[in-house]
C-alpha cells in the first residue's frame, strides 16, 4: 500500500542519516538502560513506543494505558493527563534485564512520533516557560537561564524565574557551557538523543503533521485498530508553523545557525526542510 511505502521511506530516511553521520550519530556505541527510559513498553500487543515531548505524547500515553491495562481502561481521553505522565503507570524498557530488553528490541513492534523540530521547541518554549503554572520550570530553569543571559537583571526575576524570552531560552540552548553541564530537559532534548534512532531500529516514523493517520496507522498494525483510534480533537491553543516564524525574527541569524547545528540531525533524519524563515550564516 501507499503507506506502506511511505512508511519505509521515512525509515529509509533515518538509516541514511545515521551512515552519513556516522561520526555525530554514533558517538555512544552502547545504549545504557538509563538511554532506554523514554520506551513504553506494551507486553501484551510487543508494541514499544518511544515518546517525545511536545509530539502528542500524553495522547499516546493514555493509548498505552489502555493498552497495557488489561480492561482498567477504555477511553483514553477519560484518563487525566496528569495521570498519563505519571511513571508508575507504564513500564519502560529500562526497568528489564539486558536480555529481556535484547528481546524486545528484537521483536517487538517499534514506533516514535516526531515534529519539526522548531515548531516543538517553541511549543515547549511556550508551555514551560510562558504559563503561569509551570512554577518547577520556572525556579529550576528559568532561574538559571535569566542569571546567565539577562544583562542586569532584578533580583524578582531571578528568584522567579517567571519571564524568560524565546532570545534568552535559545541563548541558553546554545550555550556551550550548558551542554556541558547537564544534559538538555527532555522537553527540548533532541528526538535523536531520546530515542536513539541509529542504535534502534523503529519500524515506524509517524509525524505530527499526519497525526491522526499514522497513529490510527499503528494501532492497525497492532491488531487493536478496530476498538481503538486515536483521539481527535481541535486545539486552538496549538503552535503553528507561522508562530513559529515570530517567535525566529528577534533571534539573531548567528544564533539560528547555531540553534539549528544543535537540532540538525532532526531535520535531516525525519526530513524536515530548513525553515523559510531562518537567515543561516
Known amino acids: 500500500s501507499n503507506t506502506a511505502v511511505l512508511h ?13 553521520n556516522s561520526a555525530m550519530s554514533r558517538k555512544r556505541r552502547v545504549l545504557t538502560p538509563n538511554d532506554l527510559k523514554h520506551l513504553v513498553v506494551d507486553e501484551d500487543h510487543e508494541l514499544i513506543y518511544c515518546y517525545v515531548p511536545k509530539v502528542a505524547c500524553t495522547n499516546w500515553k493514555r493509548l498505552m494505558m489502555v493498552l497495557t491495562g488489561r480492561g482498567k481502561y477504555s477511553d483514553p481521553m477519560e484518563i487525566p493527563a496528569n495521570e498519563a505522565h505519571v511513571s508508575a503507570n507504564l513500564k519502560t524498557l529500562n526497568q528489564y534485564s539486558i536480555p529481556e530488553i535484547n528481546h524486545r528490541l528484537k521483536s517487538y513492534m517499534k514506533f516514535l512520533f516526531v515534529r519539526e523540530p522548531f515548531e516543538r521547541l517553541v511549543s515547549a518554549y511556550r508551555n514551560k516557560f510562558t504559563q503561569k503554572y509551570n512554577t518547577s520550570f520556572h525556579k529550576r530553569y528559568g532561574t538559571k537561564i535569566i542569571k546567565r543571559q539577562r544583562k542586569n537583571a532584578t533580583q524578582e526575576a531571578l528568584r522567579k524565574g517567571d519571564d524568560v524570552k524565546f532570545e534568552e531560552f535559545v541563548a541558553y540552548l546554545i550555550d556551550p557551557h550548558t551542554q556541558r553541564e547537564e544534559p538538555f530537559n527532555e522537553h527540548w532534548q533532541t528526538v535523536y538523543s531520546l530515542c536513539h534512532p541509529c542504535h534502534i531500529h523503529y519500524d515506524l516514523v509517524g509525524k505530527y503533521e499526519t497525526l491522526e493517520e499514522d497513529s490510527n496507522y499503528v494501532l492497525q498494525l497492532a491488531g487493536v ?15 503553528t508553523d507561522e508562530m513559529t516564524t515570530e517567535f525566529f525574527q528577534n533571534i539573531s541569524s548567528e544564533h539560528q545557525t547555531q540553534l539549528y547545528e544543535v537540532y540538525k540531525l532532526d531535520f535531516l533524519m525525519f526530513n524536515y526542510s530548513v525553515p523559510s524563515y531562518l537567515k543561516l550564516e
Not at 519505509?8 to 552519513?20: I, S, Y
Not at 481527535?232 to 503552535?239: E, G, L
Open 8 to 20: 519505509q521511506m521515512r525509515r529509509d530516511q533515518v538509516t541514511d542519516t545515521c551512515r552519513a
Open 225 to 239: 485498530g478496530s476498538y481503538l483510534k486515536f483521539p481527535t480533537y481541535a486545539k486552538s491553543t496549538r503552535t
